[in-house]
């Protein structure tokens, strides 16, 4: 059965979905739609939600189906929408959708993650014809539910500023999430190598690690954390927006002159003192016993 030319170009620019209210809207009627269905055409997901049988059944595809099922306030969020964003690699297994307290969903799909809560207008957007949080709270969601990388690669990307970072956590201020968000903004902007430094000091006492000195002079530099005797230094890079050309070729500079000056240079992320703090000190170690 021929699709009308509008609806095909629409159902291709969402991800091979279209719901009944398109169909409607494109001239086809309630029965034509069933007889799709039936003939195999279409996929029903229910609600009113459809996909096209040959149409390759895409991450987007299932987040957009997932999110569009619940009805119309529902607002795809956290790393589903980061990833939306195209600020994360790869989709969810579990997505998480939000909609309003005052929603009564009856049925969820194992797949979904249902969190009711109103968001504030400057939190949700439309992108591609789907409501889903918008960049600043996609980072923060995604990265405490993913890792810190999001909001890096957001900021790598200049898709947010940490004025909009700071600004969509304040937003949540008193809800679930706020705090990781807090912890994780520490990594962000002014005071952030400090933040960095109490952490890594906290991993290497946890971890019983000696002889280490934070801030130690040599050639020319401060290394961050040295092992003096062992000539190992420990670097702590910052998020990405810290960067650009400029800092990225001082710090292969400072990096440059360690290493002629004879130490053993590591380097860790914020990411990975916050995501990865074994990886971190069983590095230190291997690296201290080599």
């Known amino acids: 059965m021929q699709m009308p030319a509008v609806l095909r170009k629409l159902a291709l620019e969402h991800d091979g979905v279209v719901t009944i209210d398109a169909a409607l809207d494109a001239g086809m009627s309630r029965s034509s739609v069933y007889r799709r269905v039936r003939a195999g055409e ?4 229910g609600n009113g939600v459809y996909s096209i049988a ?21 607002v795809l969020s956290g790393l589903g929408a980061a990833y939306w964003h195209g600020l994360a690699d790869q989709a ?11 929603k009564n969903v009856l049925a969820v799909r194992k797949s979904v993650r249902l969190r009711y809560r109103d968001l504030e207008d400057a939190d949700v957007v439309t992108r591609v014809g789907l409501p ?7 980072a923060l969601e995604g990265a405490v539910e993913g890792g810190a990388e999001v909001v890096d690669n957001a900021l790598l990307l200049h898709r947010v500023s940490i004025a909009q970072l700071h600004a969509a956590a304040g937003r949540r201020r008193g809800r679930s999430g706020h705090p990781e968000m807090v912890r994780l903004l520490e990594g962000v902007g002014d005071g952030a190598r400090s933040a960095a430094e109490r952490v890594m000091a906290t991993l ?5 690690i000696r002889g280490w000195v934070a801030n130690y002079p040599t050639a020319g530099y401060y290394v961050d954390v040295a092992f003096p005797e062992k000539m190992l230094a420990v670097e702590i890079d910052g998020f990405a927006s810290h960067g650009g050309a400029r800092a990225f070729q001082r710090d292969r500079t400072r990096r440059n002159a360690l290493i002629t000056a004879g130490w053993t240079v590591i380097n860790f992320t914020w990411a990975d003192l916050t995501d990865r703090p074994e990886y971190v000190t069983d590095c230190i170690r291997q690296a201290l016993t080599a």
Do not use: K, N, Y
Not at 42 to 45: D, I, K, L, P
Not at 204 to 208: E, H, I, P, S, V
């Open 42 to 45: 279409w996929r029903s997901h």
């Open 54 to 74: 040959d149409h390759p059944q895409t991450a987007r595809t299932r987040l957009r189906v997932e999110t569009l099922i619940l009805g119309e306030s529902a």
């Open 92 to 102: 969810p297994r579990i997505i998480t959708v939000t909609v309003p307290p005052s």
């Open 132 to 138: 889903v949080i918008g960049v600043p709270l996609s």
């Open 204 to 208: 290497l006492r946890r971890a019983r």
